[in-house]
């Protein structure tokens, strides 16, 4: 059983700074690359930030220098720092596992991270 469990959005003043987690089973954290998405209302979800089991990071263009993704492999979670957010990166954000099979079959509840004044 695969479990993404996200957490730490919230309401925050554009400018400001929000910590993500997200807590996976072991078997998923352990083996693959873990990735931070997110979904606007009516837009598709987008992968914003990746980070590999070895710790090497990737970022879209729109968070790049602002948004920084890292892992607790002891404690199989992965955290995104955001800082200096803006209204458009208000969106519910999800974490999986960037091209694994997973993105099909398991998807967690998410957080909605909204900013606005």
């Known amino acids: 059983q695969v479990q993404l469990v996200e957490s730490g959005g919230g309401l925050v003043q554009p400018g400001g700074s929000l910590r993500l987690s997200c807590a996976a089973s072991?078997?998923?954290?352990?083996?693959?690359?873990m990735g931070w998405y997110r979904q606007a209302p009516g837009q598709q979800r987008e992968l914003v930030a990746a980070?590999?089991?070895?710790?090497?990071?990737n970022y879209a263009d729109s968070v790049k220098g602002r948004f920084t993704t890292s892992r607790d492999n002891a404690k199989n979670t992965v955290y995104l720092q955001m800082n200096s957010l803006k209204p458009e990166d208000t969106a519910v954000y999800y974490c999986n596992a960037p091209g694994s099979s997973y993105e099909y079959t398991n998807w967690g509840q998410g957080t909605q991270v909204t900013v606005s004044s």
């Open positions: 980070i590999t089991t070895g710790g090497s990071t």
């Open positions: 072991r078997n998923i954290f352990s083996i693959y690359s």
